[in-house]
């Protein structure tokens, strides 16, 4: 470990973590290049895997992006449909509904700008081998229409892969036992969940179904049986409380909750047929006699599904009306027997949702945005082309099915990957807060005591349970949060202590990840292991920027910008930037961006403010402060997350990027959290860093004044002055929301004396009101 220490020291300073290797003539990626190069070019000017140059790629994809998904979806196997039932054997087909009168390669084109490429004549004469990086579109990218008149259904495409399937793992000590599902169980179970909703709901193609479940094969399984018959699948994780729930699924008027009757986390069992009982009563629809005159609320059907009890025990829960079990699993049909039929109803691709995602919510009722098809273009060209991942790998991902990340896990199952299910708790320590710790706590939930933990027996602690679990399970890409990295670092756990040979890549999402997280990874989990660091969002349900199969790792910063996605930071007047920080943007459309959100205008007016308010309508602005790293002029491209665009702070006029404050600090023993805020002061801003330290302290201004010092001295040596916070406040705990992000813009409301609408979107609400009376003692306003 000491050998590894010392590297760590270098590539911290700025260097590589982990070099490029050469490419290889059967990487994906390579081989999808050539055949979307002969797509657009014929047999010439193909490129070779000696010679690969995805910056080239990308650019190519970003000027002929209708061509380049063409090529995708045959290179992928997409299955898609005409209208009369009929396969798209072709993708020539229009992609959108504007390229009929205009080519994409050139309504991309507008203000250019010069990256310093080769300019080597040859080069330059052709536009194949040009550098020139093209950047705004001419064309607005709202009230754009992937593929009209092709029909696709969502189920049908991820089942399409008959070397897919699922392992579930719960808590060590739960006394749940390990699942394991077959590609032809899950068809199977599939077919007959699809069968009962049909029968007892006869559900209709756009009606939703809800999911108030933990992370289990049978949510998996309700999903792809909504989705098989054309129906709409939401859901939330059951540590949502009843109105956080409610605020969610009450804006889609669903047919059907399906719950589970409990959960377990850390060791004990959470009943969840009382919480469900009253969000169904909530989303019931009132039924009226023959005056109209209001008679009775009756609540939409629930289906439970037995996790914390057998499925005899839920009897007397089934006795309340539109109450039954979820259907249970079929057999599995033996190799010689034909897979049971599923109906597999195509919708528009064009226009007909798949999924709702819901926003954070954290500033006000939460954002309901109808996703269609185009989710599998997004989520199966970042898992294919970036990450290569195919039938040989096993994805484990740290998720509930609140957070986007549960549907971007999913889609492996169409890659032919073997899927990793656990529902828990990640980490049981005293060190944190429950809230700030991890995603998927129950309301209220207590840690076990160390002496009563069950799983101390088995040899290892909880703290590196899912560690074990990659081990056990031969994971080769591992996903979490960038706070899981923080908290595993902070409790000194040393993951490499498991047989983790077979793990390539550590997937890392949820907030920016600092240096620290690299360095932990690099030194703890393996030197052979690949950090890819992902930043996207719910609204396109996949990525902006990620990882790269073969190109080098730098620490802080995530290696590559999608392909198909014309990723660029802009600066205050719109214009295009390298090597300095500004707005994340993307100038073209997205196939899994939102096809519009519900409950909205008639001209779409909260879709449009949420997304096309700052640049216009040709360039999505995504909310992100960020910087695209160039260190040779034509050369690779990366990108730098500083934070969240409405939570940088601006003192003096200067932006600041709240993730280099998180990065510094992270390296403070002292400091086990924190949160940094500005507060209009005077007409301008002052900067409020919150810590939560790591021994006991009084509540309030920071009394340690060596502390203090050593905390203002990091800052200012590490980043700058104007790092320096106005007030370094002693705070119990850090809010977070359920997705595990910090509740920066929440807090600085709060600081500014603004309304905070909603605040069932944070872990642990009451923080919240600690926060105002730390205000309204210390920071009153001038």
């Not at 898609?80 to 991309?108: F, H, K, M, S």
């Amino acid at each position: 470990m000491d050998d590894d220490a010392d590297a760590v020291d270098v590539w911290c300073e700025g260097h590589q973590v982990l070099d490029s290797t050469p490419w290889q003539p059967d990487d994906p990626v390579v081989r999808f290049a050539a055949a979307f190069e002969r797509r657009l070019y014929g047999k010439e000017a193909v490129q070779h895997h000696e010679s690969f140059d995805f910056e080239r790629l990308h650019r190519l994809s970003v000027e002929h992006d209708a061509d380049f998904y063409r090529t995708f979806i045959d290179f992928a196997g997409i299955r898609l449909y005409d209208d009369t039932g009929a396969p798209v054997t072709d993708a020539n087909v229009p992609i959108t509904n504007r390229e009929a009168t205009l080519q994409l390669e050139t309504a991309c084109r507008g203000t250019r700008i010069g990256t310093g490429a080769n300019q080597n004549d040859n080069e330059s004469s052709s536009p194949v081998h040009s550098h020139t990086r093209t950047t705004v579109g001419t064309m607005p990218i709202t009230g754009l229409r992937w593929l009209p008149n092709i029909r696709v259904n969502y189920a049908e495409n991820i089942l399409r892969n008959p070397q897919a399937s699922i392992v579930f793992r719960s808590e060590p000590g739960s006394g749940i036992p390990r699942r394991e599902l077959s590609y032809r169980q899950l068809y199977a179970w599939v077919a007959r969940v699809a069968e009962a909703l049909e029968q007892q709901l006869h559900l209709s193609c756009g009606e939703h179904v809800v999911g108030f479940l933990p992370n289990i094969p049978e949510t998996i399984i309700a999903m792809l049986a909504v989705t098989s018959l054309g129906g709409i699948w939401a859901s939330c994780s059951p540590d949502f409380g009843e109105d956080a729930a409610v605020d969610r699924f009450g804006q889609l008027q669903p047919r059907l909750l399906i719950t589970a009757d409990a959960v377990v986390f850390k060791g004990k069992r959470h009943d969840c047929l009382k919480k469900a009982q009253k969000i169904a009563s909530r989303l019931g629809t009132e039924k009226r006699n023959e005056n109209n005159e209001e008679n009775a609320v009756t609540g939409i059907p629930v289906w439970i599904v037995p996790y914390g009890c057998p499925r005899d025990a839920l009897v007397e829960h089934l006795d309340a009306p539109n109450w039954q079990c979820f259907p249970s699993a079929s057999p599995e049909p033996a190799v010689d027997e034909a897979l049971p039929a599923i109906p597999f109803r195509r919708i528009r691709f064009d226009r007909d949702p798949v999924v709702t995602m819901f926003s954070s919510g954290t500033t006000g009722r939460p954002k309901c945005m109808a996703q269609g098809a185009g989710i599998l273009l997004t989520q199966e060209k970042e898992q294919l082309l970036h990450y290569a991942m195919g039938p040989e790998h096993t994805l484990f991902f740290y998720t509930t099915c609140g957070w986007m990340m549960w549907n971007w896990s999913v889609a492996a199952l169409a890659r032919g990957c073997r899927l990793i299910l656990y529902d828990g708790a990640a980490v049981w320590s005293s060190l944190e807060h429950p809230a700030s710790v991890e995603a998927g706590a129950p309301e209220n939930t207590q840690s076990t005591p160390r002496d009563t933990d069950p799983s101390l027996s088995t040899g290892y602690a909880p703290q590196d349970a899912l560690w074990r679990i990659v081990a056990e399970e031969q994971v080769t890409h591992f996903g979490c949060g960038a706070k899981f990295l923080q908290i595993q670092e902070q409790l000194g756990v040393h993951p490499a202590r498991w047989s983790l040979g077979r793990l390539q890549a550590v997937l890392v999402t949820g907030s920016p990840s600092t240096v620290a997280n690299f360095r932990y990874v690099w030194a703890r989990v393996g030197r052979h292991v690949r950090y890819w660091s992902m930043s996207g969002g719910t609204d396109i349900n996949g990525c902006f920027a990620l990882g790269l199969q073969r190109r080098a790792v730098y620490a802080g910063e995530l290696q590559s910008c999608a392909l198909g996605l014309g990723v660029q930071v802009f600066d205050a007047h719109g214009h295009p930037v390298e090597n300095q920080d500004g707005e994340l943007v993307c100038t073209n459309a997205c196939p899994s961006m939102p096809l519009f959100f519900w409950n909205d205008t008639t001209d779409a007016s909260m879709y449009r403010s949420a997304y096309f308010r700052t640049f216009g309508e040709t360039v999505w602005h995504h909310g992100d402060y960020a910087r695209v790293v160039v260190r040779e002029p034509g050369h690779e491209r990366s990108l730098i997350i500083r934070g969240r665009s409405d939570a940088t702070l601006k003192p003096g006029g200067v932006r600041l990027g709240s993730a280099d404050f998180y990065t510094v600090l992270e390296r403070m023993p002292e400091v086990s959290d924190s949160l940094v805020a500005g507060q209009r002061w005077h007409d301008d801003v002052r900067i409020i860093l919150f810590v939560k330290l790591a021994h006991e302290a009084p509540l309030g201004p920071l009394e340690d004044s060596e502390l203090r010092s050593r905390i203002v001295n990091r800052l200012r040596q590490s980043l700058s002055p104007r790092h320096v916070p106005h007030t370094v406040i002693v705070v119990p705990g850090i809010p977070y929301t359920r997705n595990m992000k910090k509740m920066e813009v929440a807090v600085k409301r709060i600081l500014d004396d603004e309304p905070l609408d909603n605040t069932h979107a944070c872990m642990d609400p009451e923080l919240l009101e600690t926060y105002r009376e730390l205000k309204r003692k210390y920071l009153a306003r001038g």
